[in-house]
């Protein structure tokens, strides 16, 4: 008789024979298997989580300006398991930050959008930037005093650019609030042009390999394996966060005044309209993403050793400082007010 | 018409029986049988909402309902005519909370019968004379909307049943569990 381990793994064998598993069994370097080589696995595990709590929450969301508050206090109080399945969107949205941050700077610091990989490091930039205004839609659509100020800031960013932020204005059109108009943004647009890219950067990282000095190679389902392994583990993390520290909400807003702060992410932009006042949400991220875009093309050093950046490292170091010195100087400001509402 | 033993052997069927019995058999109380219509569709809270219905059955006392998503109002109850329909001013109370709405008519067996989508919004301001509350030490209103612009975040009760509890505890323990095995594993 067979023994029911061998009955799994013949089950097992089946499952992967009709799956075509066999094709994940190629060679990656053996490096893959440091936790750096992770980060960018556990941000797509973590866009994961976020669109599979996000399609939850919009079953309850109420994009209508005025029922909106309502609904997400209804998420919080009455729908079922509304709350964690809100805490965790929450939590995921912190994390995709913090890894997205990681995973970018180690890139940059290992020079791996050096040819062929400039598509790849673009892919990665504009997901970055994708996720940043995921993050700051998602702020919006809770329609507390903290997400009217987010949507008064998306009007006066897009009077100020123009043609450019024409969306984000009331002028837009007639038919539809702006609320509404972002929660379509947040829930469809965005994902689609994310999981778009998402794809491209897989595909792209197929072809090319991960950037390896050494020759050593483990098989890739192994490297899955350990990555699913983490993915997990992670979500087992903001999982007891999001029970042991859910996520907020505020007052109804009143119109006319900035009185909060925007979500944590947000708050170098913040501090830098301190400084600037209302152009320092358009200008702060454009520099910070237009250096990052031209990061392949400024940096023509032919040594490929990880760290040798030359002038490059340097301005990305300045732009890391600054951005970290503007996030701490938002964080512990006095609320001002930037845009005259 | 008879049917075949060999045909029920196959499940397929079986399903297929299953899914169309639970059609027959579904519960219709989402089937609204009557109508009700008005001219807008927002109102202000402590306005009157001319209303109108039709398809009720006559001779019938029907009671009408505020419902949002986390508040209910009584609202009055209408008799609907020999023609099974009727018309109203509805006052609509300054103390309902502004929101989005269903108002709803209710059988007196409990079926909602008909419904409709409404929007209350703020009060008007009263009219100024000379003793107005809405406005602020300075006169202007400005400052008691000032301090009604709040930065901090409502209290809010979470409470959670056993069940959701228990699935939020096995959700998060399986993760752990399996994200250990699959690691420990490769």
């Known amino acids: 008789m067979n023994s029911p381990d061998s009955g799994m ?49 919009a079953q309850f969301y109420n994009p209508n300006p005025a029922g909106a508050h309502d609904s997400v206090l209804y998420i919080i109080t009455r729908a079922p398991f509304g709350d964690w399945i809100r805490s965790l969107h929450y939590w995921a949205a912190g994390g995709v930050v913090v890894s997205v941050t990681a995973h970018l700077a180690y890139v940059f610091w290992r020079r791996s ?4 990989r400039e598509v790849t490091w673009w892919a990665g930039v504009a997901m970055a930037g994708l996720l940043f205004l995921l993050i700051v839609t998602g702020t919006a659509l809770r329609f507390d005093q903290e997400g009217f100020e987010a ?60 950037r390896a000095d050494s020759s050593e190679t483990i098989v890739f389902r192994r490297h899955l394996k350990r990555l699913s392994g983490a993915a997990l583990i992670v979500f087992a993390v903001i999982g007891v966060l999001a029970v042991v520290f859910p996520a907020g909400l505020g007052y109804p807003a009143v119109a006319g005044y900035e009185v909060t702060k925007p979500f944590w992410p947000a708050l170098w932009v913040y501090g830098l309209e301190n400084l600037l006042g209302a152009w320092g949400m358009v200008v702060g991220p454009a520099a ?11 940096d023509r050093r032919t ?38 509402m | 018409m008879q049917v075949g033993k060999s045909v029920f052997k196959r499940r397929g069927y079986w399903i297929v029986l299953a899914a169309t019995l639970m059609t027959a058999t579904s519960d219709a109380r989402g089937h609204e049988d009557a109508v009700l219509r008005s001219s ?29 998503a986390l508040r209910e109002y ?3 109850s209408i008799d609907v005519g020999p023609e099974g329909t009727f018309e109203i001013a509805l006052p609509i109370s300054s103390g309902v909370a502004p929101g989005v709405y269903k108002l709803v008519a209710v059988a007196p067996d409990g079926d909602r019968v008909a419904s409709l989508d409404l ?24 400052s008691d909307a000032r301090e009604m612009a709040r930065a901090d975040e409502i209290p809010i009760e979470r409470s959670r049943g056993g069940a959701e509890w228990g699935v939020i505890g096995l959700v998060v323990g399986l993760a752990a569990g399996l994200g250990i095995m699959l690691i420990r594993r490769s």
């Open chain 1, 9 to 57: 793994k013949k089950g097992a064998g089946r499952i992967a024979e009709r799956l075509a598993l066999d094709a994940l069994d190629y060679a990656v370097p053996k490096l893959a298997e440091r936790a750096p080589y992770f980060i960018g696995g556990l941000t797509a595990s973590l866009i994961a989580v976020l669109i599979l709590t996000g399609l939850y929450l």
């Open chain 2, 119 to 142: 929007t209350v919004l703020e009060p008007r301001l009263a009219a100024t004379d000379g003793n107005d509350d809405s406005k602020g030490s300075d006169g202007s209103g400005q």
């Open chain 2, 74 to 76: 009584e609202l009055r």
């Open chain 1, 288 to 298: 910070l993403f237009a250096f990052l875009i031209a990061v392949p093309l400024l």
């Open chain 1, 151 to 210: 949507l008064a800031h998306f009007v006066a960013g897009g009077e100020l650019t123009g043609a450019l932020g024409a969306f984000f204005t009331e002028s837009f059109t007639l038919s539809t609030p702006l609320l509404t108009r972002v929660f379509s943004l947040h829930t469809s647009l965005l994902p689609l042009a994310l999981l778009a890219l998402v794809g491209l950067h897989f595909w792209l990282i197929r072809q090319h390999g991960i």
């Open chain 1, 303 to 340: 040594d490929d050793g990880p760290g040798r950046n030359g002038w490059v490292g340097w301005v990305g170091l300045i732009f890391g400082v600054t951005v970290l010195a503007l996030w701490l100087y938002g964080a512990f400001s006095a609320p001002q007010q930037h845009i005259g």
């Open chain 2, 40 to 68: 807008v569709s927002a109102i202000a809270a402590g306005d009157t909402l001319p209303l109108s219905g039709a398809d009720f059955s006559s001779g019938t006392a029907y009671e009408l309902r505020l419902l949002g």
């Open chain 1, 113 to 116: 959008y050096k040819r062929p």
